[in-house]
C-alpha cells in the first residue's frame, strides 16, 4: 500500500511534532478537518499493513503514537526494510529525477523514470516538469536528444550548487542515503573513512549533516569530472587564497589512486571542505582568520553599543562563533549559501534582536565583500539570544537532560536555551551530534531530540525552534511522564498578570515553570491559557513615577544620581550600580547618548541590576557631560534580562530622534503630561 502526498506529509509532521494539535494541522496544511480525519485513516491503514500500531488521539486532543512508530522512522532502524513501501510526494520525485540525472552513467529515457519511480507515464511527464521548474532558479534547463536521453545543461559551477542542494535534499527523505544506492548504485564507505581521516588531520568534528552529505556530493563530483564535465577556469573565486589553507592540503586525501585534477577542480573540493559546518574545532592562527576574528570582536561591540546588552565571556564567544563564521565566510563570498531553510516564526520572538544584529553586522560585510543573507543573520541571531541566557543555576539533584541536535551548532545553543528555561528543574547536561550521542557513555535521565534515537531512558522529540504552543505541550507531556502525575496550569497565567501588576517579572517562563510545578494538580482538564512571550514596550519600562521633572542639576554627575532614584527606592539598582554609571560616563563614550540631548547612561547587570526598567530625568536647564554633550534628558537604563528591552529601546531611540516630541516633553507642565507625550496618547 502506497501513501498519497497529502498522508505522507501529515505523517511526517506527526513523526516530527507529536504535541501538535488537530487545528494547528489544518492550519499548517490548509486542510479541513475532513480532510485531515479522511489522512489520519490512511495513515493507519498503512501503519496497520506494516504492523505497527494506529495514530490515536487523547481525551484533550493530543496524538498518541506508539514508540515502535518513531523506530519505525528512526535512523538506523530496520535497514533492510525496503524503500519502496514509502511513497515519495511530488516534489520529492522530482528531486530524485534531478538526483539521477546529475549522477547518470548512461541515456536516461522517460521509460527508466517511469520504471525507477514506479509510477504512471503521466506522472511521470509530470514529475519532470516540475523537475524542470526547480533547476531553472538555478539558470539551468533540462534537454531531451534521442542519443543522451534526458540531462540537466548549463553552466557547470551552477549544476554543482544544485548538486549541493539535491544531495542534501534527498538525505532528508525517508531513509533518504537509500536512494543513492537504488538510482546511482553508489557505495561510499571508502569515501566515508576518507572524510574521517579530514577530520582527524584537521582536528574538526563536522555536523552530522555535513558528515553525512560530503561523501555522496564529492563522489557524484567524480563521477562527473570522470565524464569531462570540468569547471571553468577559475569560475571568479580567488585561487590563492584557497590553496593556501590546510583544506587544500587535507583535500589531497580524497584523490583516488594516481588521481590527477585539474587545479580549479582541487580548489572545488577545497571549497566543500572549507563551507562545511563544523561542531568543534582548534581555531586555526592565519591571517584570514585572524582577520574574522577581529571583524566579530568589532561586531559585537558594535551590537553591545546598539542593544545596551554588556556581553560576558566575549573572548569565548567570538571563538564559538567562529565554528559558524568561518565556513559562512567562504559560503557568503563565494555565492554557496543554499536557500534558506530558516523558519520565519522562530524569529517572532526575537524580532528586535535581530533587527539589532542586521545592524551591527557591517564589519562582516565589508571583511567578506558582501551582503549577508537574512538567513545567516539570523543564525547570528539565534547564536547570540542562546550566549545571553543567564548561567550559574544550582543544579544538585536534578535530572541530567542531554539534547540531540542535527542542525549544528548554533540551532544547538538556541534549541539548549529554550529547554533550559522550560525545564528549570532539569540540569541540561551536553548538546550532542547524532555521533556523539551514540558514543556517549555517562549517566543521563532524560533525552531531547530532534530525531528519534534509540535509548531505554525516556525520549522526547522536539522542534529545534518551538513555537509558544509546542512549549507549552511539551512541558505537559514531559511533567506527565516524568513525575508520574498529571499536570495542569489552570490559572497559572492569570496569576502572573496579577504578580505583573505589583512587581517587573524578569524571567517569565521560569516563573510560569516554578508556579506550575508548585500548583500541580490531579485533575486533567484542558485549559487553552499559553505561555505568553510578553516582549515589553516602552509602557513596561518607564512607568510615569519612575519620571521626573527639575529646573537644573549642578552637574552631570548629579544628574544621573537624581535620576536613578525611582530605581534605587524599588530596589532595581543598588546604590554601587548609580557610582559605576557616574565612573563609566567620565570619559569620552559616544554611545551613551540618543539624539541631541538625551543621555542613556547603563552599566553590565552584574554591576547591581536587580530587575528590569528604565529612568528619566528631564531638565529645564541642560547639563553638559564629560565629553562636552548638552543633555536635557537623562535616562539610566537597569537591564537585567538581555533580550527583552530590545523593543523599549528601540521606542526610546525613535523618541530621542523625534526633536518636535522633545521639544514638547522638555515645555510640559508635570510628569503626567510627559507620560502621555512618550507613549503617543497625546
Excluded at 158 to 172: A, F
Excluded at 238 to 262: F, I, N, R
Aim: glycine fraction near 2%.
Amino acid at each position: 500500500m502506497f501513501l498519497d502526498d497529502r498522508s505522507v506529509n501529515l505523517l511526517h509532521e506527526l513523526i516530527r511534532n507529536p504535541q501538535i494539535k488537530n487545528k494547528e494541522l489544518e492550519n499548517k496544511f490548509h486542510l479541513s478537518r475532513r480532510q485531515i480525519t479522511y489522512s489520519l485513516e490512511k495513515i493507519n491503514q498503512w501503519l496497520s499493513t506494516n504492523q505497527l500500531c494506529p495514530i490515536t488521539k487523547s481525551k484533550n486532543g493530543f496524538f498518541i503514537i506508539d514508540k515502535k512508530v518513531f523506530e519505525h522512522f528512526s535512523e538506523g532502524e530496520s535497514e533492510n526494510r525496503p524503500i519502496e513501501e514509502y511513497l515519495p510526494t511530488e516534489r520529492e520525485r522530482a528531486i530524485l529525477i534531478i538526483l539521477y540525472l546529475l549522477g547518470k552513467k548512461e541515456p536516461i529515457s522517460l521509460f527508466h523514470i517511469i520504471h525507477l519511480l514506479n509510477i504512471s507515464r503521466n506522472t511521470g511527464i509530470s514529475d519532470i516538469k516540475i523537475a524542470e521548474e526547480v533547476v531553472k532558479n538555478y539558470s539551468l534547463s533540462i534537454m531531451y536528444t534521442r542519443q543522451d536521453g534526458y540531462e540537466i545543461v548549463g553552466d557547470e559551477i551552477q549544476i554543482r550548487r544544485l548538486l549541493i542542494e539535491v544531495v542534501k535534499s534527498v538525505l532528508n527523505f525517508y531513509k533518504g542515503h537509500r536512494y543513492f544506492e537504488k538510482i546511482l548504485q553508489m557505495d561510499i564507505t571508502e569515501m566515508k573513512e576518507k572524510i574521517k581521516s579530514i577530520e582527524k588531520s584537521l582536528n574538526i568534528h563536522l555536523t552530522d549533516e555535513s558528515y553525512e552529505s560530503l561523501p555522496y556530493i564529492i563522489e557524484i563530483i567524480f563521477q562527473r569530472i570522470e565524464q569531462g564535465k570540468l569547471l571553468h577556469a577559475k569560475f571568479n573565486i580567488d585561487l590563492e587564497e584557497l590553496a593556501d589553507t590546510e583544506e587544500y592540503v587535507a583535500s589531497e586525501m580524497l584523490l583516488k589512486e594516481e588521481q590527477d585534477l585539474p587545479f580549479t577542480e582541487r580548489i572545488w573540493l577545497t571549497l566543500q571542505l572549507l563551507t562545511s559546518n563544523v561542531r568543534s574545532a582548534d581555531l586555526l592562527t592565519d591571517e584570514r582568520i585572524k582577520d574574522l576574528q577581529s571583524v566579530i570582536r568589532r561586531m559585537l561591540e558594535l551590537f553591545e553599543q546598539r542593544s545596551c546588552i554588556f556581553i560576558a565571556d566575549k573572548e569565548e564567544i567570538v571563538g564559538k562563533l567562529m565554528l559558524h563564521m568561518r565556513p559562512a565566510y567562504y559560503r557568503i563570498k563565494y555565492h554557496l549559501t543554499l536557500k534558506n531553510h530558516f523558519p520565519e516564526k522562530i524569529l517572532e520572538e526575537y524580532q528586535e534582536l535581530n533587527e539589532t544584529v542586521a545592524a551591527s553586522i557591517s564589519p562582516l560585510e565589508d571583511l567578506i565583500g558582501e551582503k549577508l543573507p537574512p538567513s545567516e543573520i539570523a543564525f547570528i541571531t539565534m547564536f547570540i539570544a542562546g550566549q545571553l541566557i543567564k548561567q550559574g543555576e544550582q543544579l544538585n539533584k536534578k535530572k541530567r537532560a542531554l539534547v540531540v541536535c542535527t542542525n549544528g551548532l548554533t540551532i544547538s545553543k538556541i534549541m539548549m536555551h529554550t529547554l533550559s528555561e522550560l525545564f528549570p528543574e532539569f540540569c541540561f547536561a551536553e548538546s550532542l551530534s547524532l555521533r556523539q550521542f551514540q558514543s556517549y557513555r555517562q549517566e543521563y535521565d532524560i533525552v531531547f531530540s530532534t530525531i528519534p534515537v534509540q535509548t531505554e531512558k525516556p525520549m522526547f522529540l522536539v522542534n529545534p525552534l518551538m513555537t509558544v504552543y509546542e512549549k507549552e505541550s511539551l512541558r505537559k507531556q514531559v511533567i506527565n511522564k516524568i513525575d508520574k502525575q498529571s499536570y495542569s496550569n489552570i490559572h497559572i497565567n492569570r496569576l502572573v498578570d496579577t504578580i505583573k501588576e505589583h512587581a517587573i517579572v524578569t524571567n517569565e517562563v521560569a516563573l510560569l515553570a516554578s508556579l506550575s510545578r508548585l500548583f500541580q494538580m490531579a485533575h486533567g482538564k484542558n485549559n487553552k491559557e499559553l505561555i505568553k512571550n510578553v516582549n515589553y514596550d516602552l509602557k513596561q519600562f518607564l512607568p510615569s513615577e519612575f519620571i521626573q521633572m527639575k529646573e537644573r542639576v549642578n552637574n552631570w554627575q548629579e544628574g544621573i544620581s537624581v535620576a536613578c532614584q525611582p530605581l534605587l527606592e524599588r530596589n532595581i539598582v543598588k546604590s554601587s550600580y548609580v557610582r559605576t554609571l557616574i565612573e563609566e560616563n567620565d570619559h569620552q563614550h559616544l554611545y551613551s547618548f540618543l539624539g541631541k540631548r538625551m543621555a542613556i547612561p547603563h552599566a553590565a547587570p552584574e554591576k547591581g541590576v536587580m530587575a528590569d526598567a528604565f529612568a528619566m530625568l528631564i531638565l529645564k536647564e541642560p547639563i553638559p557631560f564629560k565629553n562636552g554633550h548638552k543633555v536635557s534628558i537623562i535616562t539610566p537604563l537597569a537591564i537585567f534580562n538581555q533580550n527583552r528591552h530590545l523593543k523599549a529601546l528601540s521606542q526610546l531611540a525613535e523618541l530621542a530622534e523625534d526633536e518636535k516630541r522633545i521639544s514638547r516633553i522638555l515645555k510640559a507642565r508635570d510628569v503626567s503630561e510627559v507620560w502621555l507625550m512618550i507613549n503617543g496618547a497625546c
